[in-house]
């Protein structure tokens, strides 16, 4: 695989902070930065992210790490909306769609670098623009859609509630 040590600090602490969201997601409906799984998925996405800025294949500036840095300003935004606007009110909205944005936006190159990595020897693709990946970040897309909108309904119901 050629993995750097930064690159595989990178991946190990990437898989976590992916595998708390999903945590979360199943048990939540969200990732909740009050719980101990939205707290592990804050701190080690940010991680993740910011060891982003210290990989590149080519050298230099590259879109993924506009990514990282992108990922960074929602998953702040998030925090401060979760930390300065207690209860349950319209900053819920836009914690629960920035924490869940900044997770489809991680799954991009995650499902890049997995399926030109993957199985070794052998990979699912040759390079970002095989369909398999096109294919697959579609699905994604249309899950988080989905999962927006449901997040969306469930957070209405709650404000209601208080």
Do not use: W
């Not at 898989?15 to 939205?38: P, R």
């Not at 398999?132 to 969306?152: A, E």
Request: net charge positive.
């Amino acid at each position: 695989m050629g993995l750097s040590y930064l690159g595989i600090f990178h991946t190990v602490i990437g898989i976590i902070a992916i595998i708390a969201a999903v945590v979360g997601f199943v048990k939540n409906g969200k990732i909740d930065l009050s719980l101990i799984t939205g707290k592990i998925y804050f701190y080690l996405t940010l991680i993740t992210s910011l060891t982003a800025l210290g990989l590149s294949k080519h050298g230099g500036f590259n879109p993924g790490h506009i990514f990282a840095l992108f990922i960074v300003v929602l998953i702040v935004v998030a925090y401060l909306l979760h930390s300065k606007k207690k209860g349950n009110n319209r900053a819920r909205f836009f914690e629960n769609f920035f924490l869940s944005f900044s997770f489809f936006l991680s799954l991009v190159p995650t499902v890049n670098e997995t399926f030109t990595r993957v199985p070794i020897g052998h990979p699912l693709a040759k390079g970002p623009t095989d369909a398999i990946i096109g294919q697959t970040l579609l699905g994604l897309f249309v899950l988080f859609v989905i999962g927006c909108f449901i997040q969306f309904r469930t957070q209405r119901k709650i404000n209601r509630m208080s």
